[in-house]
T-cell receptor, first 112, second 114 residues
Framework: QKEVEQDPGPLSVPEGAIVSLNCTYS??????FMWYRQYSRKGPELLMY????GNKEDGRFTAQVDKSSKYISLFIRDSQPSDSASYLC????????????FGKGTLLTVNP | DAGITQSPRHKVTETGTPVTLRCHQT?????MYWYRQDPGHGLRLIHY???????DKGEVSDGYSVSRSKTEDFLLTLESATSSQTSVYFC?????????????FGEGSRLTVL
């Protein structure tokens, strides 16, 4: 079993929709949870991160972690065509080498 | 902009030839990483470095070697390229803020092995 599982999609939604992206993980030692956004032919960029369980909100984006069920979510409200990208979840146990384990990424298209 | 430059950005080579990809950073961060990204597999860590001449293997290190003789440069070498190494390679750095996992990625190097 891969340590981080993520449905690759693709996911296509109309502009203004609420988008829900999800990952599951298997290693209980993971403590830090991140979402990266990757536009086509670009490198990933950090979008959100959370520590342990709970929610974190940044504008139209909300990251949610449920450590009891090992479930990571990213919600996008009022989705825009500019949100069209691949979204990758990532996690780490916080060790000093900062190694991340990534999900496969979900390709999102927001249609105008 | 984290000041990461990858070169070459695109390369086509033949099976059995050596290939070296270069990652250059301008900010002297300690941690540097090489990932490969493939459809169906996502980003996978090849090797990483935690200082000059200090490197360690990631999950897909077979067939790859790395070197870091200067803080700013991290080289990834394919000694004898194979078609299975056709991929997009990303270099990343960590600013070192404990535990946040904020990696900054380069633009990628697209390698095709014929």
């Amino acid at each position: 079993q891969k340590e981080v599982e993520q449905d690759p999609g693709p996911l296509s939604v109309p502009e203004g929709a609420i988008v829900s992206l999800n990952c599951t993980y298997s290693n209980s030692a993971f403590q830090y949870f991140m979402w990266y956004r990757q536009y086509s032919r670009k490198g990933p960029e950090l979008l959100m991160y959370t520590y342990s369980s709970g929610n974190k909100e940044d504008g139209r984006f909300t990251a949610q972690v449920d450590k009891s069920s090992k479930y990571i979510s990213l919600f996008i409200r009022d989705s825009q065509p500019s949100d069209s990208a691949s979204y990758l979840c990532a996690t780490t146990n916080g060790g000093s080498n900062y190694k991340l384990t990534f999900g496969k990424g979900t390709l999102l298209t927001v249609n105008p | 902009d984290a000041g990461i430059t990858q070169s070459p950005r695109h390369k086509v080579t033949e099976t059995g030839t050596p290939v070296t990809l270069r990652c250059h950073q301008t900010e002297n961060h300690r941690y540097m990483y090489w990932y490969r990204q493939d459809p169906g597999h996502g980003l996978r860590l090849i090797h990483y470095s935690y200082g000059v001449k200090d490197t360690d293997k990631g999950e897909v290190s077979d067939g790859y070697s790395v070197s870091r003789s200067k803080t700013e440069d991290f080289l990834l070498t394919l000694e004898s390229a194979t078609s299975s190494q056709t991929s997009v390679y990303f270099c990343a750095i960590s600013t070192g803020t404990s535990g946040t996992g904020e990696l900054f990625f380069g633009e990628g190097s697209r390698l095709t092995v014929l």
